[in-house]
């Protein structure tokens, strides 16, 4: 027979993981080895505190800790349960509890798991300030979380800025059981102001999104019809940007793949990024009408020393489909700190009177290596923060003559090449951003292209 106190596994970053288990001090050594040998079958998996959440909702995520066979397995399993509730985004908090079962059909090995959820309420709200670029914004966001007990989230939200004012409101669908499978649709109005190209440009517009993953990849679908007004941001705008101005709309159809192993987003240390992103506009409708490709590529391993080694490769192509040439707006810019470092934002290639004009074609690479603080002690803290930046970015952004072929255009592609090389200092800001300060030496400098030493 066995008899054990109740396992309470508290707060949103349970304690227990499955690596920590083998080493758990609960127990002395030999009643753990009891412990861990000894079968035992769960009985029960309850879900206690829910109010509009529907239970067959909840149904897939709790059922693998039935499959539990003795206690460590079943401590493991309600772990990965608890996770799995949380990730749904519709509770607060998720405790476990894990009990000896009671009442008539209790068996002497039998187990009862509780999950104490914490729904969130049903309308929460969020306010925050952005700054950049030589702007200040306010934005409000208002969440319907769970609005019909299956996960549904309703989102507004709401940026009132010093140059615009923009908003948007979702729909978001996860298939129950399949939290990754999942339809959005979204309501818009954005204002861009693009200084590099003297325009100015707000987009209203409705977009339905379906997410599904797919053996190792995901897989996003999309339509989106939009309705795009053009517009000169100061009178010094050339004649080629006045000539873009005007209203258009756009209706496209896009498909992205995505295989990701990265261990964070941000300043990986190892793991490879593969995103494909093809968008075909034009034929459900609309002016602008064109088929645009575009490839990234990211490997990250960690190096000498605690160092990081980070290899990076953009390219991508715009073809217009019609007799109509490609839109300001729609073609591809390059340089700046996410691209070729040392010259300034999208300020390379094609331009006109100082007015960059995008381009039909481009490709960008960099080599990169993150190293950590020399002066750093070990124990964490602010300098894990901070990381040591080396880099080499090279890249080309050009437009395209369609009737020359393939061999041309990578002709057109490798002449005047331009490419940076540099150092710097990186601050990680969570898992969000993060900020660099770099000193950059710009190399490969044509007529035209702006160029900075200091990021």
Sequence with gaps: ????????????????????????????????????????????????????????????????????????????KSHEARQRLLRLGIFKEVEVVID??????????GLDVTFEVT?????????NTMVGNNEGSMVLGIKLPNMFGRGEKLTFQFSYG??????????????????????????????????WSSLKETDRGV???????????????????????LGCLARSASFAVREESGHTLKSALSHTMVIDTRNSAILPRRGALLRINQELAGYTGGDASFLKEDVELQLNRPFIWGSVLSASLWGGMIYPLGAQPTSIADRFYLGGPTSVRGFSMYSIG??????????????AGGLHLYTPLPFRSNKGG??????THFFLNAGNLCNLN????????????????????????????????????????????QSGDRYIHIH
């Excluded at 140059?163 to 861009?192: A, H, I, M, W």
């Excluded at 379906?210 to 999309?222: G, V």
């Design 1 to 76: 027979d066995m008899s054990m106190d109740s396992y309470p596994m508290h707060g949103r970053d349970l304690g227990v993981n499955p690596d920590d288990l083998e080493v758990m001090e609960a127990v002395q050594e030999t009643k753990q080895e009891v412990l861990e040998n000894k079968d035992v079958v769960v009985q029960h998996v309850n879900i206690e505190g829910m109010g509009r959440t529907k239970e067959d909702y909840l149904g897939y995520e709790i059922s693998d800790v039935f499959a539990a066979r003795n206690l460590v397995e079943v401590m493991r």
């Design 119 to 127: 729904e969130l309420k049903r309308l929460t709200g969020s306010y």
């Design 350 to 363: 094609p331009q006109s009177e100082g007015d960059y004009l995008g381009g039909e074609a481009y490709w």
């Design 100 to 109: 000896v079962s009671e009442g008539a059909d209790a068996l002497p090995n």
């Design 207 to 229: 977009s339905t999104e379906l997410n599904f993953p797919l053996w190792m990849t995901d897989h996003t679908l999309k339509w989106e019809g939009v309705w795009r007004e």
């Design 162 to 195: 010093t140059k615009e004012t923009s908003y948007g409101l979702s729909f978001f669908k996860p298939q129950s059981g399949y939290y990754e499978r999942n339809f959005t649709l979204n309501l818009y109005k954005v204002t861009g102001q693009f200084p």
């Design 382 to 387: 602010l300098a894990d923060l901070f990381r």
């Design 402 to 445: 369609y009737g020359e072929g393939p061999y041309a255009h990578l002709q057109k592609l490798a002449e005047c090449i331009r490419w940076s090389y540099g150092a710097g200092i990186i601050l990680r800001l969570g898992n969000i951003a993060r900020l660099e300060l770099n000193y950059c030496f710009p190399m490969g400098v």
